[in-house]
């Protein structure tokens, strides 16, 4: 039987296309529910407080890295969204004077500008220049500028950089559309006009340019630039699952802030149960070996209906 279309957007693949079930399922999960999705292999957290989540979110840089040695580099990969860890990286880097001459960061994901470039760090998004302002340019002790890794049109570069250094984790945020980086679902259209590319098929994918599903440009329209829109590009370059799967671990932050309750629930909700569908692509990772979910108790919300 044909898949349904979506409803916010029939000529995209996304969570709107899923069996009636599982939205069903995921809708009716409760907070203790989502307590009891851990299985080997998947993990879910819970903090009580802000301060509490972030600080969490900031020592998984500081125990990453204190693993680096000159024979064993390591590093992490970062997301923009959120951002609130990132001081906090900074000020335990400096705190506890960390040698990080051996340690690594790679940025995930770039806007694309007009010209086929990423956009240069005076865009007003421009993801690295958020990661220097609010991070890196406050270490003391800064990393090598050579082991700062941020993704460009060119993607050969930034794909070599991950061969002989250890990705100890991987964080990540949710969006709408229920991404981890940009690894959002494709157009409906060729050979996916009627179903969504298999996981396997999708995990074949590297870094690369990727064309933005129009949930997403509304939320960092909504999120970073007050609304406005004309501001968000409509491509960008995104870590791919290639790169995921070499990271050790991968690790989802949602404090409540970028996907609502129901989207919560519902990548949770399949990985635990290995529902795997490149319609929301944050539930591929039911297929890698060592994820956690971190989640702010009081972002969690309700799915039950409320008029506002």
Not at 127 to 153: Q, S
Not at 154 to 169: E, F, H, I, M, P
């Amino acid at each position: 039987m044909a898949r349904k279309l979506s409803t916010i957007a029939p000529d995209w693949w996304d969570y709107t296309t899923l069996d009636d079930e599982i939205i069903r399922d995921a809708a009716a999960l409760t907070l203790g529910d989502l307590e009891q999705l851990s299985r080997p292999g998947f993990r879910v957290v819970f903090y009580d407080t802000l301060e509490d989540f972030y600080l969490a979110e900031a020592l998984e840089y500081i125990e990453a890295w204190t693993q680096a040695t000159p024979d064993n580099p390591v590093g992490i990969c970062g997301p923009i969204g959120p951002t609130e860890q990132l001081p906090l990286v900074a000020r335990l880097a400096n705190a506890l004077e960390l040698d990080l001459s051996n340690t690594h960061f790679w940025g995930m994901d770039e806007w694309l500008g007009d010209d086929g470039e990423a956009v240069p760090t005076s865009h007003p998004l421009s993801f690295e220049r958020a990661d220097r302002e609010l991070c890196f340019n406050k270490i003391t002790n800064a990393l090598p500028e050579a082991n700062l890794h941020f993704p460009t049109a060119d993607t050969s570069a930034y794909q070599k950089s991950w061969d002989g250094v250890r990705c100890a984790v991987m964080q990540g945020g949710q969006g709408d559309i229920k991404h981890w980086a940009f690894n959002d679902p494709p157009r409906r259209e060729g050979v996916y006009a009627e179903a969504p590319p298999s996981p396997a098929e999708y995990r074949t994918l590297a870094t690369r340019i990727v064309e933005l599903h129009p949930i997403t440009l509304a939320q960092n329209a909504r999120t970073s630039g007050g609304g406005n829109i004309t501001l968000v590009p409509q491509k960008a370059i995104t870590v791919g699952p290639v790169e995921t799967w070499k990271a050790e671990k991968v690790s989802i932050w949602q404090a409540g802030t970028h996907d609502n309750p129901f989207g919560q629930r519902l990548t949770a909700f399949m990985i635990s149960k290995g529902l795997a569908d490149t319609a929301v692509p944050m539930s591929l990772l039911a297929d890698h070996p060592n994820v956690q979910f971190n989640y702010f108790r009081g972002g969690i919300g309700s799915c039950s209906v409320e008029m506002h």
